[in-house]
């Protein structure tokens, strides 16, 4: 696949569930077997993942902070790329904190209805309360303020998120910023 920004290479998948050539495309590209439930909501053209939902907690319990994850290559790599050139403390830089804020809100708001639905149904399924299970916490890959990943923005922004982060990447790497330095050599990310 070439080295070149996904600007219109994605399209949005509503798959409910994942299937199993989808496990096994992840399982690939993560270097090991998910541990928990997710559906693939952006793919390639040919089909392979680009960005993952995750369920809000793992297969165990534990809660999962990353609700959407970029998986796919060369996108993965890419942003990379511009987060090991100072992209996070430029995105915050020009982006400001108080819209990045309402971001994180936006995504815990989306996770949360996904949690309430979850425990209303084992509630349901056990008789009673449902109990005070482990909650996931925090924004965009788990955290309130700032940005932690430019990943997980960009992997929102290309599942439909209204991410200014994530458009912020978008933007960038279109731009080129993603681009390996020719007269370096730069590491990859071959997980």
């Known amino acids: ?39 693939v909501v952006a793919r390639h053209e040919d089909g392979s993942p680009v960005v993952i939902r995750n369920e809000p907690r793992l297969d165990d319990g534990t809660p999962m902070p990353t609700r959407y994850w970029l998986v796919g290559e060369p996108e993965r790599t890419l942003v990379s790329r511009l987060e090991s050139r100072g992209g996070v403390g430029r995105v915050e830089a ?12 936006r995504y815990a708001a989306e996770r949360d209805a996904a949690l309430a639905a979850d425990d209303d149904d084992d509630a349901a399924a056990a008789g009673d309360s449902g109990g005070a299970r482990p909650r996931p916490s925090g924004g965009v890959g788990g955290t309130r303020t700032g940005v932690k990943c430019l990943h997980a923005h960009y992997a929102w922004h290309l599942a439909g998120g209204d991410d200014p982060v994530g458009r912020w990447v978008a933007a960038h790497l279109a731009a080129g910023e993603g681009a390996r330095h020719p007269e370096r050599q730069e590491p990859t990310d071959d997980r």
Not at 6 to 25: I, Q
Not at 94 to 105: D, F, K, S, V
């Open 94 to 105: 020009e982006i400001g904190l108080e819209a990045i804020a309402a971001a994180h809100e």
């Open 1 to 39: 696949m070439a080295e070149a920004p996904p600007t219109n290479a994605c399209f949005r998948a509503t798959a409910a569930a994942s299937l199993p050539e989808d496990v096994e495309a992840v399982t690939r590209l993560l270097g090991r077997r998910p541990q928990g439930a997710f559906a």
